[in-house]
């Protein structure tokens, strides 16, 4: 039996890029996936079901308190539960590199609305069915750049220091109800909408020679420790940051 069979987890932002990948792995191990996001789950879903797993997808908003709480209902409705929460979805492939000052407001707070405040929408939509069950596995998804003060992306990089502490908060908060809540720090990985992106060559040139393993960051290369912390393997784990990103950064 696989490590996650049976589990019903929902990964937000997966219709594409790293959450594709998490889902698709995910299921591959096993577990029921809900695939979250603002875009289209529907193709992710078709390969999932294509290669024998189980998906649902749902188009839903983060940020916004009803959109979450349907997520929340058509996942039970279909699955009878949720034992993992992956909060993946954020902005940073669409942002713009540049000096902090040069940030719009708007910007600054658009970005920190999704990655932060959808996080704990998330959260909170999924405790009280978890506190119920008695258990409940939560990763956040945070990124290298907390610990290396990258410079050009301030707002993104707040953010993700953000999800650090609320990921320490809230696992102190849960652990008496059997929650463990977790965080994986990625590097500069190349998904979908990073090799879109015109700045994508040159910020990956740096950061693979600053790594102790000297090659690009796929995808795939976080999906063992995602796994692993939605997993019994790490049921006495909690409050913690996996940094994963070929020894660049080191924790």
């Given at each position: ?7 019903t987890?929902i ?18 191990e096993?577990?029921?996936v809900?695939i ?10 078709a ?16 940020t ?5 709480a349907?997520?929340?209902a058509?996942?039970k409705t ?10 993946n ?7 713009t590199?540049r000096p ?9 707070d658009?970005?920190l609305q ?5 996080t ?7 405790l ?5 069950q008695?258990?409940?596995k ?9 610990y290396?003060?990258?410079p050009g ?14 990921t320490?908060v809230?696992a102190?908060?849960?652990g008496g109800d059997?929650i463990r ?5 990625p590097g ?5 909408g990073?090799?879109?992106a015109?700045e994508?060559?040159a910020i990956?040139?740096a ?5 102790c ?15 692993f912390?939605l997993?019994?393997?790490?049921d ?13 950064v080191?924790?």
């Open positions: 039996m696989s490590r996650l069979s049976n589990r987890i990964v937000t932002g997966a219709a594409r890029g790293i959450g594709a990948a998490y889902a698709r792995a995910l299921a591959a096993g577990a029921r809900a979250c996001d603002v875009l289209d789950p529907g193709p992710v879903v390969d999932i079901e294509a290669a024998g797993g189980e998906a649902i997808g749902a188009v839903c908003d983060i916004d308190t009803a959109s979450v349907d997520l929340v058509q996942v279909r699955f009878g539960g949720i034992d993992g929460l992956v909060n979805a954020a902005i940073f492939a669409a942002l590199p902090f000052e040069q940030i719009p407001s708007e910007e600054f658009r970005v999704v990655n932060v405040r959808g704990f929408e998330c959260i909170r939509a999924v009280p069915g978890m506190r119920g008695g258990y409940g939560i990763v956040n998804i945070a990124s290298g750049t907390v290396k003060g990258t992306l301030l707002h993104y990089t707040a953010s993700k220091g953000a999800i650090i502490a609320l320490r809230v102190r908060e849960v059997g809540v977790n965080c994986v720090a500069f990985t190349l998904s979908e990073i090799l879109d015109e994508t060559a990956n040139r950061t693979v020679a600053s790594r393993l000297p090659r690009d960051q796929q995808p795939d290369d976080l999906n063992g420790a995602i796994g912390l997993s019994a393997e790490s006495f784990m909690t409050g913690q940051v996996m940094v994963v990103d070929g020894g660049s080191m924790n």
